[in-house]
């Protein structure tokens, strides 16, 4: 009995170390499994952010709308490239419909820029009597630049066109967990939405510090800020920036920019971030079609044949990684000099009323000898008044283009400079680059253009070549050294001339020997005749808008007055 009872125990226990062994297996199993389908799902979690990733990054280049054969979007050609100078401009206008630029959210926010920078320089102009056509063009531009953008945030919104993105680098990154042909692909569906984030925050456009990006007496509180990071690099703590979601109004328009803050890289972003931002939780009020920053999407790990495993859905936040400039490339301001006359002026009733006699005579930038202007009756009780020979001229000669411009007389010198300066400063591309009024007046200053202008070359262009400089050369010059030229060389400005300077005189270093013969009976005040000069200039400026390149002429007026006076009284012998 006793050793019935031992055999029962002894097979009970076995049957009970084979049913816990079994229950331990069976555990085992499950946390394998377990093991597998979180590392699985891991691994798809890993390979779906890999694959958002790089939409980010594929998307700020890779999708695009090329620029239309049309007036209002082809003067953005020379902002299309990633260039500051406008390289490819030329190109772009002359080659077939198949290569004209691409804009993509790596440039589209220098379309809005050039759009905006045009808009600025009509409305100044309006604001002082001057617009003339300058707003109608700057409407052109924004229609041209929305038009642009509109496709742009089209092409966007279309799901198609990030899926090979995703799965380029997605299906790459390894899955295994889930089984040795499991690779991870873009599940298309809902889940891939785009979201407008960062609103507030600095753009990819820079701007010249106000007092060289604006207009003379124009402003705009609100145009620029400095950089929204914590830690700004030091290459950008000295930067201005356009804002991104946030209307730049003017005029009756809104110019919109998208946010990239400076100096970042796509990056991953939280859901519940890219959430808040949709369109549907907080609308962007202004912006119709606004272009998204951002982008959600689902990747589900699949097998060869087709037997569906893991879904993840990840959010990027993508970003150009390069900062531009809100500038004009491809512009220009032209510099005319108007021929120069000595006018000869006598007083036949007495010094108060002057008069001029003979037809004004053309002098050139060197000196000159004029014959003596004799006029009948050209002093009080005088039978002639002459004005002797004259040397003219003293006032060009040996002088630059700037002692042209800005020399004596010197009034309205710190009118010019406003004017050329800022326009200089939108010419250029480079970020942080500012042109300064010592550089500027360094372009103009080249003791080149004493020769110039001893050769009779009268009409200048300021232009910018590599985006950077600037550069002063009469107009066979330029057009060879900016080819683009050869296009917009005709084009005048949009605006109407109004006068900065206006009859400024100063003594003439000149002599002249001036003499007369009194009337029968009346005798020369002792003294007179006597004769001396005046150099005299008027400054002219006209601004363009840039719609059609122009950014404005400077004409600049210089003349010579040569003065004879004469009295002689009755005599009473």
């Given at each position: 009995?006793?050793?019935?009872?031992?055999?029962?125990?002894?097979?009970?226990?076995?049957?009970?170390?084979?049913?816990?062994?079994?229950?331990?297996?069976?555990?085992?199993?499950?946390?394998?499994?377990?093991?597998?389908?979180?590392?699985?799902?891991?691994?798809?979690?890993?390979?779906?952010?890999?694959?958002?990733?790089?939409?980010?990054?594929?998307?700020?280049?890779d999708v695009s709308v090329p620029l239309?054969?049309?007036?209002?979007?082809?003067?953005?050609?020379?902002?299309?490239?990633?260039?500051?100078?406008?390289?490819?401009?030329?190109?772009?206008?002359?080659?077939?419909?198949?290569?004209?630029?691409?804009?993509?959210?790596?440039?589209?926010?220098?379309?809005?820029?050039?759009?905006?920078?045009?808009?600025?320089?009509?409305?100044?102009?309006?604001?002082?009597?001057?617009?003339?056509?300058?707003?109608?063009?700057?409407?052109?531009?924004?229609?041209?630049?929305?038009?642009?953008?509109?496709?742009?945030?089209?092409?966007?919104?279309?799901?198609?066109?990030?899926?090979?993105?995703?799965?380029?680098?997605?299906?790459?990154?390894?899955?295994?967990?889930?089984?040795?042909?499991?690779?991870?692909?873009?599940?298309?569906?809902?889940?891939?939405?785009?979201?407008?984030?960062?609103?507030?925050?600095?753009?990819?456009?820079?701007?010249?510090?106000?007092?060289?990006?604006?207009?003379?007496?124009?402003?705009?509180?609100?145009?620029?800020?400095?950089?929204?990071?914590?830690?700004?690099?030091?290459?950008?703590?000295?930067?201005?920036?356009?804002?991104?979601?946030?209307?730049?109004?003017?005029?009756?328009?809104n110019f919109w920019q998208v946010p990239?803050?400076?100096?970042?890289?796509?990056?991953?972003?939280?859901?519940?971030?890219?959430?808040?931002?949709?369109?549907?939780?907080?609308?962007?009020?202004?912006?119709?079609?606004?272009?998204?920053?951002?982008?959600?999407?689902?990747?589900?790990?699949?097998?060869?044949?087709?037997?569906?495993?893991?879904?993840?859905?990840?959010?990027?936040?993508?970003?150009?990684?390069?900062?531009?400039?809100?500038?004009?490339?491809?512009?220009?301001?032209?510099?005319?000099?108007?021929?120069?006359?000595?006018?000869?002026?006598?007083?036949?009733?007495?010094?108060?009323?002057?008069?001029?006699?003979?037809?004004?005579?053309?002098?050139?930038?060197?000196?000159?000898?004029?014959?003596?202007?004799?006029?009948?009756?050209?002093?009080?009780?005088?039978?002639?008044?002459?004005?002797?020979?004259?040397?003219?001229?003293?006032?060009?000669?040996?002088?630059?283009?700037?002692?042209?411009?800005?020399?004596?007389?010197?009034?309205?010198?710190?009118?010019?400079?406003?004017?050329?300066?800022?326009?200089?400063?939108?010419?250029?591309?480079?970020?942080?680059?500012?042109?300064?009024?010592?550089?500027?007046?360094?372009?103009?200053?080249?003791?080149?253009?004493?020769?110039?202008?001893?050769?009779?070359?009268?009409?200048?262009?300021?232009?910018?070549?590599?985006?950077?400089?600037?550069?002063?050369?009469?107009?066979?010059?330029?057009?060879?050294?900016?080819?683009?030229?050869?296009?917009?060389?005709?084009?005048?400005?949009?605006?109407?001339?109004?006068?900065?300077?206006?009859?400024?005189?100063?003594?003439?270093?000149?002599?002249?020997?001036?003499?007369?013969?009194?009337?029968?009976?009346?005798?020369?005040?002792?003294?007179?005749?006597?004769?001396?000069?005046?150099?005299?200039?008027?400054?002219?400026?006209?601004?363009?808008?840039?719609?059609?390149?122009?950014?404005?002429?400077?004409?600049?007026?210089?003349?010579?007055?040569?003065?004879?006076?004469?009295?002689?009284?009755?005599?009473?012998?």
């Amino acid at each position: 009995m006793q050793l019935l009872s031992k055999k029962n125990r002894t097979r009970g226990s076995i049957s009970l170390g084979a049913v816990l062994a079994f229950v331990l297996l069976l555990i085992g199993i499950a946390f394998f499994g377990l093991t597998m389908y979180m590392g699985g799902q891991n691994e798809t979690k890993n390979a779906t952010d890999a694959g958002m990733l790089n939409v980010g990054k594929r998307v700020a280049d890779d999708v695009s709308v090329p620029l239309m054969p049309s007036p209002n979007e082809l003067i953005f050609a020379d902002v299309a490239n990633d260039t500051t100078h406008g390289e490819d401009y030329l190109a772009s206008l002359t080659l077939g419909l198949s290569d004209l630029k691409e804009i993509n959210l790596h440039r589209i926010n220098r379309i809005w820029a050039k759009a905006l920078q045009i808009g600025i320089n009509a409305e100044a102009a309006e604001r002082e009597g001057a617009g003339g056509q300058g707003k109608a063009n700057a409407q052109k531009a924004f229609e041209g630049a929305q038009s642009i953008s509109n496709r742009l945030a089209n092409k966007l919104q279309q799901k198609e066109n990030l899926y090979n993105f995703f799965d380029e680098l997605a299906g790459k990154n390894s899955v295994r967990m889930l089984g040795t042909d499991i690779r991870t692909k873009a599940l298309r569906g809902n889940n891939w939405q785009t979201s407008y984030m960062q609103r507030g925050r600095e753009s990819n456009i820079t701007v010249a510090p106000p007092q060289y990006s604006l207009p003379p007496n124009f402003q705009m509180p609100d145009l620029v800020m400095k950089s929204s990071r914590k830690n700004v690099p030091s290459s950008g703590k000295d930067l201005f920036f356009l804002s991104g979601y946030k209307p730049i109004e003017l005029g009756d328009r809104n110019f919109w920019q998208v946010p990239f803050v400076y100096d970042e890289t796509p990056r991953m972003v939280s859901g519940s971030e890219f959430g808040d931002n949709l369109l549907k939780a907080k609308p962007l009020q202004g912006w119709d079609k606004p272009i998204p920053n951002a982008f959600s999407g689902e990747g589900i790990a699949e097998s060869k044949g087709g037997k569906a495993g893991q879904k993840a859905t990840s959010w990027v936040l993508t970003n150009p990684g390069q900062t531009f400039r809100m500038s004009l490339p491809h512009s220009f301001v032209r510099i005319k000099l108007d021929e120069m006359y000595v006018h000869w002026y006598f007083f036949p009733f007495g010094p108060t009323k002057k008069v001029e006699f003979g037809d004004p005579e053309k002098y050139g930038y060197k000196l000159e000898t004029m014959g003596a202007k004799r006029m009948p009756f050209g002093g009080a009780f005088c039978s002639y008044v002459s004005s002797g020979e004259v040397e003219v001229g003293g006032d060009v000669i040996a002088r630059t283009l700037d002692q042209i411009i800005f020399g004596l007389p010197d009034e309205g010198k710190e009118k010019i400079e406003a004017y050329l300066c800022n326009r200089a400063n939108e010419m250029v591309g480079k970020v942080g680059k500012v042109v300064t009024v010592d550089e500027l007046h360094d372009s103009l200053n080249s003791p080149l253009t004493i020769l110039y202008l001893l050769a009779d070359q009268r009409e200048f262009y300021m232009f910018s070549s590599d985006g950077e400089h600037i550069e002063v050369l009469p107009k066979y010059l330029a057009l060879v050294k900016a080819p683009w030229l050869l296009l917009k060389q005709n084009e005048e400005p949009d605006g109407t001339e109004m006068k900065l300077v206006d009859d400024a005189d100063c003594p003439a270093a000149l002599y002249n020997s001036a003499s007369g013969q009194p009337l029968p009976k009346c005798l020369m005040v002792p003294g007179l005749p006597i004769g001396w000069g005046l150099w005299d200039k008027d400054v002219y400026w006209t601004p363009g808008s840039g719609y059609n390149s122009c950014l404005g002429d400077l004409r600049v007026k210089r003349w010579t007055e040569i003065y004879s006076l004469g009295i002689a009284v009755p005599s009473l012998l």
